[in-house]
């Protein structure tokens, strides 16, 4: 066995020269700590962030304390948990890490995986196998000690729910009590980064809690004080954390605040208001429309700090490439289609004039593998010209193109402004909106549409997306991909790109154009987001995935003297 760093596992011939995103997203230059991120010509001359001088020496900040004299900050939550159990589903991720630990985690600042609860490991020559030790002085907040059982119990446990991120896992040998190794299904890219989703607890306050969904044994930097289903909860600095060393401590596990208030309020309209308000501190990736009433010549104009970043949530265009469909066999139909739609008019159109343009499928925010040369290479310029000469060439005849997407403001107003330029060009088209849950549905049935508009981030590496959306044995019933798209020439090359034994810049670059030349799915845009806060936060700070962690956020009173 050979002794590797985990950046290594993760990033071995990554790129260079990452941007962070969203939620999913992280800032641009430091990832957890954010700062203005790159932004098209208009948000390039609008107001798009602010931040208020503040003397931290100075600053009264007892209206952020509690009777207790702890700190306090307030948070809007567009959702209730429904359970904090870490074997159940649900979205919040920053939840789950501020309460349960990981083996290893991905730094938002630096997109590497690192270990955590892990104190070291060894990954083996052919990269199937990892011998893991753990610290012997990890507990749960019940006095519990994590050994390499709980370790085991925490991953059986989740693949036996079906838990998506366990599939990479094949089973976990152990050693003894605080080592083990872990069998790896296959030497894929992005393997390690499911390590990270993984949240470890006792096994005995598992089995022995009432209800754990309710009544967490945390083994994070903060515990569950208090939680009212369906209109607050709130978070307290775990005192007895058993990473004592700051210099091991993950820089996800920070305790910069004791208490964390998370208030339950869903209607962007009435987040912005609270905020407006002083009923919370905190609104993660406000859409433009609300955080413009804080920006200059807004309402509330110099009132709060304002942070702008690039969303990770990439805006894609698929065509339906299934036998039979109008595109499968025309590829001067679907060149028509992509050289006729302006993707800077999408931007201003749809988001505001806020985001940035894609130059390959997906985007550089949050996207690990994404090569800086592909700025400098054309992506489908918009050119109508070109678009009508190809759609002379075409077999078109005249047939209405069935645009399809979720029915959310952007997706509208992106398929509406793609219907007028498909137009402009010769090409009929209809706009047809759809609920998520229709949506979900619709998507994966080729007699539903002909082009769908959806969104997704890369989840790290930009080629494990790639693998997600055109990889056949991702879906089931021989779809062959998110466009039902059977190339097996295509697919030889992303197996090249997505395995740790081939993986490099040229594999990658390798997939990119030949999908280019596919004209089959192009990226569209990634948005700017937006969190606005009270002036006592100075820096916002994200999870990989963009959830905002408010115990890793910068207070003033972290600022003191």
């Not at 753990?134 to 994590?146: K, L, M, R, S, V």
């Not at 390590?195 to 930097?221: D, H, L, M, R, V």
């Not at 607050?232 to 775990?238: A, G, I, M, P, Q």
């Not at 693998?467 to 798209?485: C, E, L, T, V, Y």
């Amino acid at each position: 066995m050979r002794k590797k760093l985990m950046a290594l596992a993760l990033t071995f011939a990554m790129v260079n020269g990452l941007l962070t995103g969203c939620a999913g997203s992280t800032a641009s230059g430091t990832g957890a700590d954010r700062e203005n991120a790159g932004t098209t010509e208009k948000s390039e001359t609008a107001p798009t962030s602010q931040t208020i001088e503040v003397n931290a020496d100075e600053f009264d900040y007892s209206a952020w304390t509690d009777e207790q004299g702890r700190t306090v900050i307030t948070i809007c939550s567009p959702a209730d948990p429904g359970t904090f159990d870490p074997l159940q589903t649900y979205s919040q991720d920053a939840l789950q890490c501020t309460l349960f630990e990981s083996l290893f985690y991905v730094d938002p600042e630096t997109w590497e995986i690192k270990p955590n609860m892990a104190k070291d490991y060894e990954m083996s020559d052919d990269g199937l196998q990892a011998k893991v030790e753990i610290y012997d002085y990890i507990y749960d907040t019940a006095g519990n000690q994590i050994t390499s059982n709980d370790i085991k119990y925490c991953y059986d446990a989740s693949k036996e729910r079906g838990a998506a991120n366990s599939s990479g896992i094949d089973h976990i040998e152990i050693i003894d009590d605080y080592n083990f190794i872990m069998h790896l299904s296959s030497s894929r890219v992005g393997i390690w980064t499911n390590t990270s989703a993984f949240k470890i607890f006792s096994q005995k306050s598992y089995e022995e809690a009432e209800n754990f969904g309710t009544n967490p044994i945390a083994t994070g930097p903060y515990v569950l004080e208090e939680w009212v289903p369906g209109s607050s909860y709130r978070f307290v600095k775990n005192d007895n954390y058993w990473q004592k060393d700051p210099a091991l401590t993950a820089t996800i596990c920070k305790q910069n605040v004791d208490a964390v208030e998370f208030k339950v309020i869903k209607e962007p309209a009435q987040q912005s208001i609270a905020l407006g308000l002083g009923n919370v501190d905190i609104v993660n990736a406000m859409s433009f429309t609300e955080t413009s009433r804080f920006l200059p010549g807004g309402e509330n104009e110099g009132t709060h700090n304002v942070y702008t970043y690039d969303s990770i949530l990439a805006q894609l265009l698929y065509l339906n490439m299934a036998e039979g469909s109008v595109f499968a066999d025309d590829p001067e139909l679907r060149k028509a289609v992509f050289h006729s739609i302006s993707r800077e008019d999408l931007i201003d159109g749809s988001a505001d004039g806020y985001g940035n343009l894609c130059y390959t499928f997906g985007c550089e925010a949050g996207s690990l593998g994404f090569l800086q040369k592909w700025y400098e290479e054309e992506y489908y310029p918009y050119d109508v010209e070109y678009a009508k000469k190809c759609l002379d060439q075409s077999n078109y005849d005249g047939t209405s193109i069935r645009i399809v997407s979720n029915n959310s403001d952007m997706k509208k107003a992106e398929g509406q402004l793609i219907q007028m330029m498909l137009q402009s060009a010769g090409i009929n088209a209809e706009v047809v909106t759809y609920e998520d849950a229709l949506f979900n549905t619709y998507k994966n049935d080729p007699t539903q549409w002909d082009i769908l508009l959806d969104n997704t981030s890369a989840g790290a590496e930009l080629c494990s997306m790639w693998r997600r959306k055109f990889d056949p044995n991702n879906f089931s019933n021989d779809q062959g991909g998110a466009n039902f798209m059977h190339d097996d020439g295509l697919n030889e090359i992303l197996y090249q790109c997505i395995d740790m034994a081939t993986y490099s810049d040229e594999t990658v670059d390798a997939y990119h154009q030949a999908l280019k030349e596919r004209y089959s799915a192009m990226g569209l845009f990634n948005a700017l987001c937006f969190d606005v806060c009270s002036k006592v936060v100075t820096h916002t700070a994200v999870t990989d995935s963009g959830h905002l962690l408010a115990n890793c956020c910068t207070y003033i009173w972290n600022e003191k003297q």
